[in-house]
């Protein structure tokens, strides 16, 4: 069993940035690989990059190829989404969630999820 709780969303101006973080409980945490999902008012959720269990691959959807970074620290069971030149469009609920399987980028197929925390960027 994996909680998860995401944090460090916020209102923020066009080209500015925010670090969300994903703290987990469970001693389990360091065999998944962790993704990040978002959804925007009226859309579907959509994955947005992950990370393999040990932190040595990532995968990022082309929207957010280049401007974001996920990384993990298995030492604090949290994984983080360093998040660079947003934009508007980058306006959602940002969601932490685990899975066992390398770029997975199917919402179903994610085992645990968080409450998820809101990124809203004005333009």
């Known amino acids: 069993q994996v909680q998860l709780v995401e944090s460090g969303g916020g209102l923020v101006q066009a080209g500015g940035s925010l670090r969300l973080s994903c703290a987990a409980s469970?001693?389990?945490?360091?065999?998944?690989?962790m993704g990040w999902f978002r959804q925007a008012p009226g859309k579907e959720r959509e994955f947005v990059a992950t990370?393999?269990?040990?932190?040595?691959?990532?995968y990022y959807a082309d929207s957010v190829k280049g401007r974001f970074t996920i990384s993990r620290d298995n030492a604090k069971n949290t994984v983080y989404l360093q998040m660079n030149s947003l934009k508007p469009e980058d306006t959602a609920v940002y969601y932490c969630?685990?899975?066992?399987?390398?770029?997975?980028?199917?919402?179903?197929?994610?085992?645990?999820w968080g409450q998820g925390t809101q990124v809203t960027v004005s333009s």
């Open positions: 469970g001693r389990t945490f360091s065999s998944y690989d």
């Open positions: 990370i393999r269990w040990s932190g040595g691959d990532t």
């Open positions: 969630a685990a899975v066992r399987g390398w770029i997975i980028k199917t919402d179903t197929a994610y085992d645990y």
